[in-house]
Nanobody, 123 residues
């Protein structure tokens, strides 16, 4: 099975930017759709963005549209989440996820998860 490890979280001021990385290993990277989810304190985990195996399809939560960009680099077996114009409400643990199923449509339930990376946005 594929393993994924997130990095790049940290503390940033409102309006700032961060780029999260997710390194995949264990299986052929191109065989997996990838995505990002987040969980804020006291809230359920929520979808942020996903990307198809080829990178030709992406989808975003409404809260992420226009501010976040998901991308993948096949040669590096890595998926990125570029986050701009960060807000305090973006504070959460961000999780990378992977699944062989493509993320088309409104339901995508990945089976492989990382441990998460903390993002804290101060006001």
């Amino acid at each position: 099975q594929v393993q994924v490890v997130e990095s790049g979280g940290g503390l940033v001021q409102a309006g700032g930017s961060l780029r999260l990385s997710c390194a995949a290993s264990g299986r052929t990277f191109s065989n997996y759709a990838m995505g990002w989810f987040r969980q804020a304190p006291g809230k359920e985990r929520e979808f942020v963005a996903d990307i198809s195996k080829s990178g030709g399809y992406t989808d975003y939560a409404e809260s992420a549209k226009g501010r976040f960009t998901i991308s993948r680099a096949g040669a590096k077996n890595t998926v990125y989440l570029q986050m701009n114009s960060l807000k305090p409400e973006d504070t959460a643990v961000y999780y990378c996820a992977a699944d062989p199923q493509e993320p088309y449509g409104s339901t995508w339930y990945p089976n492989y998860w990382g441990q998460g990376t903390q993002v804290t946005v101060s006001s």
